[in-house]
């Protein structure tokens, strides 16, 4: 174990040198952080809306102001042809266009149904859904204040949320974002650490040295589970003073619950570290099988419901998945070790199997 | 000048043939990520686990029940007698949605009448809100999904069509698959990911084995240096293009509307771009760590979030949205989507043009100048 | 001037506050092996590189061949070779690939290139080991590759930058009859090192420590230094309490240890190793033997270091 301690102190050493990569360690999480705080939402607010006002009536306009007064959508243009609105959505000038048939506010004077047309851009699915729900919204309700319509709904329905009343996407996104960076700095910093001293050959000169492979490899690993624990603590407390991130569950749960899935990014690490000759492969293929499934199969961004059966089958090899599960268990949810059992068993299951392979590979040279 | 970019090129390709293991993560790596991204990237919200607690078990609460049964967005996980044991299913992740019908919920509405609904019968719905995208679409269909049960409800009563109607037409994209967006999306991003990191180790590299010292005591000037450099990967990132744009029509039936050689003429400006930006990487580091390290984290991630390739830009506050025009990859991403989904051409995009030519134009004289040969 | 290769004027490099090379000057004639003697970090490779180009000079000027190195360095470039002490091929290109890839480089087509091809490898023996990967040549069989490539085109001067770093005493000598041979043919050398024997076989030798020239001449110009200074060899079976003794007595300037001998620098002509032997048998010290001794050029490196040192603390 001295050993092991001599190999990590020397790894800690040389971290310290590395100016680029410790503010690496330091720039991303913040980075992240206030990324996900301040910028990135989908939350859809001022849609850009143009507008083909064929009727130009006291109702069409009525309607028109209904959209301008929503704090949905920006009216960027008005009364355009049917060329200039095409043109606009082309542009991506516009996202929806509005448009009001000559005839419209007749329709209304005489109770019948007027029709109104609405072309949205569908090139983001997501987006586009969503303009589409706002669009009916509007329409549903200037058509209460239309002469002689139902005011009321007939039955209702009364939306609670829980855990994240607000709906605020920082309190989403966090525990994803703890596991996107413990998965980077745990995984590419194993894997290029050794990598690197297989390419220097300085491999060969601490195989010569009485130090076993298992103390190596504990030696390396060590700073890595030290520095990306107190990254992820720190994520949590940044979100905490920052971003209100309620932490409802107790420290001791999460301290465990980050420990072992580090534990298996570090095996994941290592596993890379067998099988690259070069920094270039490792970094290339720690990105591939680590920040990729990290990002995409983990439903950190993407909700996993929503992909095909075969993916959802990959995905439970992917230890993100069931980190964030827990992860968002305890801090939101404020469940107890008990309660995220599961997911800490997929975890640990992970984090001894891939110790198993790279001690494998590792003693087979 | 022709000669020695011919040596230094086929050099580098000896060198990239007899990296077998480089070569096909160059190859493997974006199949594999274009196949991942294309099926998982979806910010669609479908098969929403649901719990339900009917409360009422008369005609009417099934009739709504049903309605959600047979929803593509919902999958009813499980049904409950008593509310509180919702509590569980929601805090064990195995329901997203807790839908509560009251008792009396067929009486009442039997009772109301469209005009006057003074205190309607009222459904509980509630939604774990950790996922907070998921949840808040997930709460938009159930409101359409009542909205609708509710026309049908005054449609029975015969109190008339609502006032207005809104025909809705999308463009582009009828199905709304978010698939069609995002794959042409992860066009863009493979070729930032697999090129520029790529050439972030194309100079570096040759540092720390100590040759480019020995480049630079020959005739190889700064700029053949740099085209040297560029054209192999250039080559190997115009391979990813064709192979990329090939399984997005011929696998994920994405409709390519536009002109595919306006597509790979954009590829081209769009490849000057992230070979410059990798350049201008290895030009900065000292070691293969740093090169990568610093493309990964300080240009590629950023990229990635900032380029509306998965967040819009639309909804960035706008200190944030200025910041994204200085991005490469924004201006790429608008040309893909464009050609893919709208058919435009160049007299709509040629901004999109106009800017990336720029950014490449600019990073790559940058890298040449950082090249400096002396330090 | 053309009987110079390299004009050094006043030539300084700092890196931050440290001064890696302080105001040199010297000149290299042609058809000279002019050799760049000082211990690992006394500024030897700073100097070539920026002789090279390779690196600014924080003041100071250099030229080549009369070429001004900071006015023109491309055409610096064309008239020199230059082989470092890292392995500066490509470990991935075969021995063939390599001389072409460098070939390619300096613009070698037809009959030349051909011409130039059989010579590296003739040079090397190389001949046979063509479609070996450079990376897993030994050592001496890559230094003289890199050696190769650095006079594929035929350069007038050529810089090598301790071109025997790691390789075996055998490999070494083979290298140095082929430096000898290029300056027959009339090539420039101008070689780093810090091996002393190497630097005996220069026609001129420039000692550099602590980044200035401390010394420069022909080896027998730098050993006329002991001219008045004889050095006399003591050999006993306490050579530390030799030394010790020696360093007491008024007549030595002062000792170092060469193996298990003591060399003493005497003060003055008319001293002799007689006067130094009669101290130490009063002295009542061992000895086996005292005995002039030529001046090495080891002796003349540490003489010189030392004076630059004692000055440095004055």
Known sequence: ?365 | ?375 | MPDVAIHVDKLSRRFGTFVAVDNVSFDVRRGEVFGFLGSNGAGKSTTIRMLCGLLTPTSGRASIDGIDVGDDPEGVKRRIGYMSQRFSLYGLLTVDQNIRFYAGLYGLEGGRLDARRRFVLEMGGLRGKENVLAGDLAGGWRQRLALGCAMMHEPPIVFLDEPTGGVDPVSRREFWRLIDGLARNGTTVLVTTHYLDEAERCDRVAIIHGGRLAAIGTTAELKRTFDDRPIVEVRGPDPVALMAKLDTLPIVEKTSLFGTAVHAVLRGRDVSGEDVARALADASLAVSSVSAVAPSLEDVFLDVVDRVESRGAA
Not at chain 1, 11 to 27: M, N, P
Not at chain 1, 294 to 317: E, K, R
Not at chain 2, 140 to 147: D, E, S
Not at chain 2, 285 to 308: E, K, W
């Open chain 2, 1 to 375: 000048m022709r000669r020695r970019i011919r040596a230094l090129i086929w050099k580098e390709f000896i060198e990239l043939r007899r990296s077998p293991q480089l070569l096909r993560l160059v190859i493997v790596a974006p199949i594999l990520q274009l196949t991942m991204l294309g099926y998982a990237a979806t910010t669609d919200v479908r098969h929403v686990p649901l719990v339900v607690v009917d409360g009422d078990r008369s005609p009417r609460s099934r009739q709504l029940i049903e309605r959600f049964a047979s929803s593509p967005y919902f999958d009813i996980v499980k049904e409950e007698s008593r509310p509180s044991a919702v509590e569980a299913d929601l805090a064990t992740g195995g329901a997203w949605l807790a839908m509560i019908v009251p008792a009396g919920f067929g009486r009442d509405i039997e009772r109301a009448t469209p005009a006057i609904a003074a205190s309607p019968p009222t459904i509980q719905v509630i939604a774990d809100g950790t996922d907070a995208n998921s949840s808040g679409v997930a709460l938009a269909y159930v409101q359409g999904l009542v909205g609708e049960f509710n026309t049908s409800l005054a449609e029975e009563r015969g109190a008339g069509t609502p006032a207005l109607e809104g025909r809705v037409r999308i463009w582009f994209n009828p199905d709304l698959e978010s698939r069609n967006f995002m794959v042409p999306g992860v066009l863009a991003v493979l070729l930032l990911i697999v090129t520029a990191n790529l050439t972030s180790m194309a100079i570096v590299r040759e540092r720390e084995i100590g040759t480019l010292d020995q480049l630079n005591v020959t005739p190889l000037g700064r700029w053949e240096m740099i085209l040297g450099k560029l054209l192999p990967y250039a080559l190997v990132g115009f391979v990813d293009v064709l192979l990329v744009i090939a399984v997005a029509v011929f696998w994920f039936a994405v409709p390519l509307r536009g002109s595919v050689l306006l597509l790979l003429a954009a590829s081209l400006v769009y490849l000057l771009c992230t070979l410059g930006l990798g350049l201008f990487v290895s030009t900065i580091s000292s070691t293969q760590q740093q090169a990568m390290m610093t493309a990964t984290f300080f240009i590629l991630i950023p990229m990635l979030y900032l380029s509306g390739f998965i967040f819009p830009i639309e909804n960035m506050p706008h200190v944030i949205q200025y910041v994204t025009t200085l991005i490469p990859l924004r201006y790429f991403l608008v040309i893909v989507r464009g050609i893919f989904l709208k058919g435009v051409g160049l007299s709509i995009l040629w901004p999109q043009f106009a800017a990336m030519g720029a950014w490449g134009v600019a990073i790559l004289a940058l890298a040449a100048f950082r090249s400096h040969k002396r330090a």
């Open chain 1, 1 to 365: 174990m001295r050993s092991a301690w001599a190999v990590a102190i020397k790894e800690l050493r040389q971290i310290r040198r590395d100016r680029r990569t410790l503010t690496i360690l330091i720039f991303v999480p913040t980075f992240f952080l206030f990324l996900y705080g301040y910028a990135l939402n989908f939350d859809i607010r001022h849609v850009a809306m143009a507008i083909e006002d064929r009727d130009d009536s006291s109702w069409s306009r009525d309607l028109i102001a209904a959209f301008q007064r929503s704090t949905y959508f920006d009216v960027v243009g008005e009364t355009l042809s049917d060329r200039e609105a095409a043109a606009a959505i082309d542009r991506g000038q516009a996202r929806v266009v509005l448009v009001v048939p000559s005839g419209f506010g007749r329709d209304i004077d005489r109770g019948e149904t007027a029709d109104v047309q609405v072309i949205i851009d569908g090139d983001n699915a997501n987006t586009a859904t969503t303009v589409l729900g706002y669009v009916t919204a509007v329409l549903r309700l200037s058509s209460t204040t239309m002469p002689g319509r139902p005011v009321a709904q007939m039955v209702n329905v009364e939306p609670r949320v829980w855990y994240n009343p607000e709906l605020r996407s920082t309190v989403f996104l966090v525990p994803g974002l703890i596991a996107f960076i413990s998965m980077i700095t745990a995984v590419v910093s194993t894997a290029l650490s050794i990598v690197r001293e297989k390419e220097r050959g300085t491999m060969e000169q601490i195989r010569m040295a009485p130090v076993s492979t298992l103390s190596f490899v504990a030696g390396k690993a060590l700073p890595y589970l030290v520095l990306s624990f107190f990254g992820a603590m720190a994520i949590i407390v940044a979100a905490m003073i920052f971003f209100d991130l309620p932490m409802r569950g107790s420290w001791l749960a999460l301290s465990a619950i980050v420990i072992v899935f580090l534990i298996g990014a570090l095996g994941t690490g290592l596993v890379v570290s067998t099988i690259a000759d070069t920094q270039q492969v490792a970094f290339q293929a720690a990105a591939l099988i680590a920040m990729l499934p990290t990002l995409i199969l983990s439903g950190f961004i993407f909700p996993l419901a929503s992909m095909p059966i075969v993916l959802q089958y990959i995905s439970a090899i992917v230890p993100a998945r069931y980190f964030l599960v827990a992860l968002r268990g305890i801090v939101l949810k404020g469940l107890d070790l008990t309660a995220v059992w599961p997911s800490i068993g997929a975890l640990a299951i992970y984090a001894v199997a891939v110790l198993g392979v790279s001690a494998v590979r590792l003693g087979r040279r």
